[in-house]
Each structure stands twice: as structure tokens, then as C-alpha cells.
């Protein structure tokens, strides 16, 4: 079976810098999304890895180990905007849906 | 370009009625997807059109539950007749290609049977 683990909430001060964990079950692996969500509003594409390592994307970075099963999303110098949540998910094996953990909700302290 | 279009944003309706949802996918996209967040859970997967035809239906809960996706624009998911655990945000996406560059989502339709 296929199962997504992330922390349910976190809270870090502005200016800061979070991590977010996500560790995952496969089976068979076609990458790692992350997406954002603000309250109401539509999950919006962060990133997707699908080899080991960091890639960075401005204050955003997401790393993934594929032998560990883990990933995670860092971000930087933390602005209010930020707080949100943030979903880790894995194609679901073959197909076009994806799996989704159940968030982390993110809140950003002045 | 305009984005997932999704009506209405909330509906409120008695357990025994039916409702409709509406989906509008990005011009183009081929692949539409419906998911579902009940309170305190995951988002999880209800089916997946590519044009009109449905190709995986495998999260759809159960009978009551009818997708549409005529001349392959834009979707319908039809309650009928709902009960107390379909409330949730329903989500529409759609994606042009293999969604390895992410899907889009539309914002939600909030569903709430009384």
C-alpha cells in the first residue's frame, strides 16, 4: 500500500527558517510533490523531485532521499505570507491521481 | 489564462437532496480530476477524466456519486442523495499532460449536508 506521514501543525517566527517532513511508502516511486494551500484557497504547485538531492527555488527548497522514503520542504527567511499548509504527495503508482498526506499547517509568529 | 473554475464555492444542503458541482478546467487540459477533503483528513482521489472518457473511477465512494464530463470541457459531480459523510471540500484539477509539472487545482466547493 501507499501511506504519506507529515507533522500536523508547526509554528516558526518571521525571518526564520522551517522544515517540513514528509516521509512516504511506495509502491514503486514517480517523484514527490509538494504543494501549498491557504485557508479557502486552491493547493498550488511548489515542486516535484524525483532524484535524491536538494533543489531550490528562491526562499523554497525540497529535498528527497528515495532509500529513506523521506523528503522534506524547507523555507527561508519566513514572511506571514507563508502561513499555510503544506501537502506532501506521490503519484499513485501507474496512474495520473496522486496520494496525499494530510498536510502540515504552518503558522508564522511576528 | 483563467484558471480551475469551480461553482458554487459553498453549498449547503439537507441529507436526502441532490446536488451539482461544477468543474471548468483550464482551455486545453485534458485530464480533469475530482478529489475530496472530509475534516481532519487527507485529500483523497475520486476519478480521472482524459477528454470525456472517465479513466479511473476507483476512489468514487459509491453509487450515489455521478461524474459527467460531456464533450470533454467541463465537469459535473452529482450527490444523489447525499448523506452526512459526503460533507467536505470537493476539488477539481486539471493538467495538460502526465502531471509531473503539478496539477492545477480550483479553489473548492465546500459541501455541507445537514
Not at chain 1, 18 to 35: A, D
Not at chain 1, 37 to 58: C, I, M, R
Not at chain 2, 74 to 86: F, G, H, I, M, R
Request: charged share 20%; hydrophobic share 30%.
Amino acid at each position: 500500500g501507499q501511506n504519506i506521514d507529515q507533522p500536523t501543525e508547526m509554528t516558526a517566527t518571521e525571518g526564520a527558517i522551517v522544515q517540513i517532513n514528509c516521509t512516504y511508502q511506495t509502491s514503486g516511486f514517480n517523484g514527490l510533490f509538494w504543494y501549498q494551500q491557504h485557508a479557502g484557497e486552491a493547493p498550488t504547485f511548489l515542486s516535484y523531485n524525483v532524484l535524491d538531492g536538494l533543489e531550490e527555488k528562491g526562499r523554497f527548497s525540497s529535498f528527497l532521499s528515495r532509500s529513506k522514503g523521506y523528503s522534506y520542504l524547507l523555507l527561508k527567511e519566513l514572511q506571514m505570507k507563508d502561513s499555510a499548509s503544506y501537502l506532501c504527495a506521490v503519484p499513485g503508482g501507474g496512474t495520473y491521481k496522486y496520494i496525499f498526506g494530510t498536510g502540515t499547517r504552518l503558522k508564522v509568529l511576528a | 489564462e483563467a484558471g480551475v473554475t469551480q461553482f458554487p464555492s459553498h453549498s449547503v444542503i439537507e441529507k436526502g437532496q441532490t446536488v451539482t458541482l461544477r468543474c471548468d478546467p483550464i482551455s486545453g487540459h485534458d485530464n480533469l480530476y475530482w478529489y475530496r477533503r472530509v475534516m481532519g483528513k487527507e485529500i483523497k482521489f475520486l476519478l480521472h477524466f482524459v477528454k470525456e472518457s472517465k479513466q479511473d473511477e476507483s476512489g468514487m465512494p459509491n453509487n450515489r456519486f455521478l461524474a459527467e464530463r460531456t464533450g470533454g470541457t467541463y465537469s459535473t459531480l452529482k450527490v444523489q442523495p447525499a448523506e452526512l459523510e459526503d460533507s467536505g471540500v470537493y476539488f477539481c484539477a486539471s493538467s495538460q499532460g502526465h502531471p509531473y509539472s503539478g496539477y492545477t487545482f480550483g479553489s473548492g466547493t465546500r459541501l455541507t449536508v445537514v
